[in-house]
C-alpha cells in the first residue's frame, strides 16, 4: 500500500514517534522523512510509542554507564607528606596528569613519624571534594603503599645534608631504592609505570630498576623534564615568545650539575624556526644558558632557602602526561631512560635522552640526531658522572 493512503493523523504520530527515539538516542539524522507503510491502530500506536522509550532509555543508560565506568587509575606518591608531593598531589586528583574522565585512587607513603602530617594531607583532599578522586590511602607500609598500583612516582629520598659526601648520600638511597624496587616488584602490577623523582634521580632509578626482576626496565624513568622545563623557558625569554612557542628541548644525561642542555634542535613557532638561529650567539648558548640550567636548582635553594616544588610537581605532572597520551608528530620530550647503547651511551646506564611516545606509553629514543664535537663532549662528561655514581652504587649494593 502507497505511503499517501495512511491517513496524515497516523502518519504524523509515527513520524513523531521515530523522531522521538532518535532525539532520545542523540541520532544526528532524525527519521522524519521515514513513514510507516499500511494502517496503524490507535492500539499499535501507543505500543509503539512505549517501546520508543524502552528502547531509547536503554541506549542512554548504556551509554552513560560505558562513559562512567572508568576503572581508577591507583597511583602511589612517596614522600606524600613533604612539600612537592602537596603541590602534586591537588593536580592528580582534578585530572591534570591523567585526564579530566580518568578517577585516581591515591596511595600516598611516608615514614612512621610523618604520619599524622599525612593524614592532615588526606584531610585537605577530601576536603577539596574532587570528582575524580575515588579515594586517599595513607600508610607507612610500602606492601600497601604499592598494592596493585599503575604508577609510581617516588619522591621520598634522603636529602643531602651539610658537610654529607656523595658518597654517604649514594649509601642512604641506595638503601631506600633497593627496598622500594623490592616492594614493587612483589606488590605493584608487572605493567606499572615508575617515575623516580627523589636525587639522586638517575642513579637511584637504576638501583630501583635493578630490584624489581619481574618489571620491564622500559618501566623505569627518572625526571629530567623539570631540567627541560627551565632550558625551555630561557630560550623562550632570549627569543621573546611564550615557552608554549618552543619545543624539540633536549636534555642528555644526568639530573645533576653536569647535565647538557640542548638547544640545537628547538624550534620556535608555529613555523619551526631554528631557536639557535634566532638566539644567534653561541657564546651564550656554550656558556651561560648551559650554567643557567645545570645550576638553577641551587639558585631556588639560595633564595627560597628550600628546594623546587612548585616546577617540580608541574614537570612531574608533564612527564607523565607525556608517558601517558603520547608526544604528537615531530614532537619529543627528555626523559631519564635505561640505556640501550644510543649515541654510545653505556648500556643499563639511566641517561636522560630524547624520545618519542606512542599513546599508551611505549618509547623509542629519537634517532640519527648530529652530534657535535662540543655536543660530544659534554654527553660523555655527564656519562663519566653517572658510571662513578654506578660503580659506587653497586659497590653499597653488594
Known sequence: MHTQHIPDRKRRLACQILNTICSRVRSPRPFSYLYIPGFLSATSCCVIYFLSFLVSDFCILTFSSSKMEKEPVRVCVTGGAGQIAYSLLLRIARGDMFGDDQPVILHLLDLDFMMESLNGVVMELDDCALPLLKDAIATSDPAVAFKDIDVAILVGAFPRKEGMERSDLLKRNVSIFKAAGEALDAHAKNTVKVLVVGNPANTNCMICQRSAKNIPPQNFTCLTRLDQNRATVQIAKRCGVSAKDVSNMIIWGNHSSTQFPDPRFSKVG?????????????????????????????????????????????????????????????????????????????????????????????????????????????????????????????????
Open 270 to 398: 608555529e613555523d619551526c624556526r631554528s631557536a639557535t638561529s634566532i638566539v644567534d650567539d653561541d657564546l651564550w648558548l656554550q656558556g651561560d644558558f648551559i650554567k643557567t640550567v645545570q645550576t638553577r636548582g641551587g639558585a631556588i635553594i639560595k633564595a627560597r632557602k628550600l628546594s623546587s616544588a612548585m616546577s617540580a610537581a608541574q614537570a612531574i605532572v608533564d612527564h607523565m602526561r607525556d608517558w601517558t597520551f603520547g608526544t604528537s608528530g615531530d614532537l619529543w620530550t627528555s626523559m631519564g631512560i635505561v640505556s640501550d647503547g644510543s649515541y654510545d651511551i653505556p648500556a643499563g646506564l639511566v641517561y636522560s635522552m630524547p624520545v618519542r611516545i606512542a599513546p599508551g606509553g611505549s618509547y623509542q629514543v629519537v634517532s640519527n640526531l648530529e652530534i657535535s664535537e662540543f655536543a660530544r663532549g659534554m654527553m660523555d662528561a655527564t656519562a663519566k658522572e653517572l658510571l662513578e655514581e654506578r660503580e659506587l652504587a653497586l659497590t653499597f649494593l653488594s
